[in-house]
Nanobody, 115 residues
Framework: QGQLVESGGGLVQPGGSLTLSCAASGINFNLYTMSWYRQAPGKQRELVARITSGYSTNYADSVKGRFTVSRDNAKNTVYLQMNSLKPEDTAVYYC?????????WGKGTLVTVSS
């Protein structure tokens, strides 16, 4: 059974940087699109970034130019490099993939942007 485990969240000041990691197990990682979502308090979960098996990427407008998604198939890991962080980036960040119509989610990692 597939499992996704996020790490790297924490408290950071506005303008700072963080890198999130998502380690996958139990799936043929290199075959699938991997996505990062986030959910802020009182808001719906939203797509932040995704990277396909062919390394194509797309981003939410709110993070374009600040966030970069990447993957290392040898390590079964997807990353989210977050720069120029803003208070509105505060959220729980989730890793996701969909395999044969089934969604797999990690438990999330909390990112708090505050001075």
């Amino acid at each position: 059974q597939g499992q996704l485990v996020e790490s790297g969240g924490g408290l950071v000041q506005p303008g700072g940087s963080l890198t999130l990691s998502c380690a996958a197990s139990g799936i043929n990682f290199n075959l699938y699109t991997m996505s990062w979502y986030r959910q802020a308090p009182g808001k719906q979960r939203e797509l932040v970034a995704r990277i396909t098996s062919g390394y194509s990427t797309n981003y939410a407008d709110s993070v374009k130019g600040r966030f970069t998604v990447s993957r290392d198939n040898a390590k079964n890991t997807v990353y989210l490099q977050m720069n120029s962080l803003k208070p509105e980036d505060t959220a729980v960040y989730y890793c996701n993939t969909m395999i044969w119509g089934q969604n797999y989610w990690g438990k999330g990692t909390l990112v708090t942007v505050s001075s």
